[in-house]
């Protein structure tokens, strides 16, 4: 099935340090949406972004909405253990596809303490 | 405010057999997306209810259905499972309706076939 491209597949960071990841599609999105899983659970919501070029901020974790929408990108500042997890960036198309998302293939976080 | 809440977590199947799982959105919420989740495919939309009628479906066979009742909990079955059929199986719910609002997962379903 399509899926958006994200990157970096994985990431291993010592606590402390700033991690970026990004997503980028073919097509265009009218909302970005990141998510955080934990082994065994369901994605957690983080950030939601509803219009090209919206920057928006929830504790240290930051997003923005690209201006193509075509891409999202999300910051994690002063990386913490509990941090780690599988982060994916999800889109929806406009019009009627409300409950559908598309998803990115996630991206592994490991920090080092 | 009770979140999503998916039944049974656990479930071991036998190939040929049918299996039918649960989900109850948060409340107010009239929309359910299930979507299937594996190592290789990563996260698939399989279908999406909204007031009891099935809105979208994505690309996955006939074997796969849906529904969804007058309480907004909805339920998926699978007929005929084979082993790529092993899976976590999560759903969404949202408020369904406007450009706003995230979606919400329950914990998922974890069905394996043998």
């Known amino acids: 099935g399509q899926q958006l491209n994200q990157s970096p597949q994985s990431m291993f960071i010592q606590e402390g340090e700033d991690v970026s990841m990004n997503c980028t599609s073919s097509?265009?999105?009218?909302?970005w949406l990141w998510y955080k899983q934990d082994p065994g659970e369901g994605p957690v919501l983080l950030i939601a972004?509803?219009?090209?070029?919206e920057l928006t901020s929830n504790g240290r974790l930051t997003a923005q909405f690209g201006i193509t929408r075509k891409d999202s990108f999300l910051n994690i500042s002063a990386s913490i253990p509990s941090d780690v997890g599988i982060y994916f960036c999800?889109?929806?198309?406009?019009?009627?596809?409300?409950?559908?998302?598309?998803f990115g293939q996630g991206t592994i976080l490991t920090v080092h303490p | 405010k009770a979140g999503v809440t998916q039944t049974p977590r656990y479930l071991i199947k036998t190939r040929g057999q049918q299996v039918t799982l649960s989900c109850s959105p948060i409340?107010?919420?009239?929309?359910v997306s299930w979507y299937q989740q594996t190592p290789g495919q990563g996260l698939q939309f399989l279908f999406e209810?909204?007031?009891?009628?099935?809105?979208n479906k994505g690309n996955f066979p006939g074997r796969f259905s849906g529904r969804q009742f007058s309480n907004s909990r909805s339920e998926m079955n699978v007929s005929t499972l084979e082993l790529g059929d092993s899976a976590l199986y999560l759903c969404?719910?949202?408020?369904?309706?406007?450009?706003?609002?995230?979606?919400?997962f329950g914990s998922g379903t974890r069905l394996t076939v043998v």
């Open positions: 999800a889109g929806r198309y406009g019009g009627t596809s409300y409950g559908k998302l598309t």
């Open positions: 097509s265009i999105f009218n909302t």
């Open positions: 409340s107010g919420h009239r929309s």
């Open positions: 972004l509803y219009k090209a070029g």
């Open positions: 969404a719910s949202s408020l369904g309706q406007g450009v706003s609002g995230g979606y919400t």
């Open positions: 209810y909204f007031s009891e009628t099935q809105r």
